[in-house]
């Protein structure tokens, strides 16, 4: 760890290469899928992202934890996600609430109400829906941009922190249930973070996440053009080190799912063909003209959503 790298301008300029599992901190690794780019900079981050190239993907052959090599330091990665393009994100805020609605169901399949923490909120849809739906709700984003969009969204049915987990400052011990969708592949320290999550719960409090699946169908049959392979993915669980890494933070894990993420058909076709899904770059042409490119289907990515409990 340590090791300065230096990259173009815009990107993240300081980090290390890992030399040890950020799960097990094991150093027999592995590499699991050599590099195509992956320099992670403001094009490369969230839905706008113009750049779909990763860094190289190694895996732990002690735990089977897979994860990307590149790890950018905490402050610059702050700074990245402060300042992220949400303009495609933004767009597609219809299907964001369906899929909110799906996570609020899967959530309430555990447990149906009290105080909720939904950690990387982005612009508040779930929150949304689960004030709405009696829950008392907070959120924590780190973009201002994203974190101003659910304070308008939720309009004074709850709290809305612009900050990172660290920096919000949450009380332990406060909450019923904690959410974290489509966030644990992002942090540094899955572990340290996961750990931190699971002391704000109250002792038989929940825990969920949703994460990128490495041992999906989809991922083993895409291959390196597996749209969930990103430069800002750092971390790829499975369901065995995901659970590993839960048992690791004191948590008791009770269930996995899997959840479709809702989309425009245009959003759908543009995502492969940036991955180069034969095919997609066609479609996604034909359907600008017409109608259809603004459905709404719901696609299954290659994720996997946990549910655990604080003993
Ligand atoms: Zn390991």
């Known amino acids: 760890m340590g ?41 490369a981050l969230g839905s706008s992202r113009t750049d779909v190239g990763h860094g190289k993907v190694l895996r732990c052959r002690g735990c089977g934890f897979v994860f990307s090599e590149f790890r950018p330091a905490d402050e610059e990665l702050h700074t990245l996600y402060r ?15 369906k899929t909110a609605q799906r996570h609020l169901k899967m ?11 939904d950690v990387g909120c982005a612009s508040g849809s779930f929150l949304k829906v689960a004030a709405e739906a009696g829950w008392t709700v907070t959120g924590v984003e780190p973009s201002e941009t994203l974190a101003n969009y659910a304070k308008k969204l ?35 320290d899955p572990l340290a973070f996961l750990t931190e999550c699971a002391s704000l719960l109250k002792p038989g409090g929940y825990l969920f ?17 597996w749209p969930l392979l990103l430069a800002e993915h750092l971390n790829y669980f499975d369901r065995t080190t995901l ?9 008791r894990w009770i269930a996995f799912d899997r959840r479709p993420a809702s989309f425009t058909v245009e959003y759908v076709l543009y995502r492969l063909s940036q991955h180069g899904i034969p095919g997609s770059s066609l479609g996604h042409r034909m359907v600008q003209e ?22």
């Open 3 to 43: 090791e300065r790298v230096t990259l173009e301008q815009g990107t993240v300029t300081t980090g290390s290469s890992l030399q040890r599992c950020p799960l097990c901190a094991g150093s027999d690794i592995e590499v699991h899928l050599e590099a195509t780019g992956g320099a992670l900079a403001h094009d």
């Open 83 to 97: 300042e992220m393009n949400p303009t495609v994100y933004e767009k597609e805020a219809q299907g964001r609430l």
């Open 107 to 117: 959530v309430q399949r555990h447990i149906v109400g009290g105080r909720l923490v």
């Open 154 to 188: 939720l309009d004074g049915r709850g709290d809305v922190h612009c900050a990172t987990l660290q920096q919000a400052k949450l009380q332990p011990q406060s909450f019923d249930a904690l959410t974290l969708f489509d966030v644990l592949e992002h942090v540094t």
């Open 209 to 225: 996440a949703n994460v990128p699946d490495i041992s999906s169908l989809q991922a083993r049959v895409l291959g390196s053009r």
């Open 243 to 251: 659970k590993r890494c839960g048992d690791a933070a004191g948590l």
């Open 290 to 311: 017409n109608s259809l490119g603004s459905m709404c289907i719901p696609v299954y990515l290659g994720e996997t959503f946990a549910a655990w409990v604080r003993a």
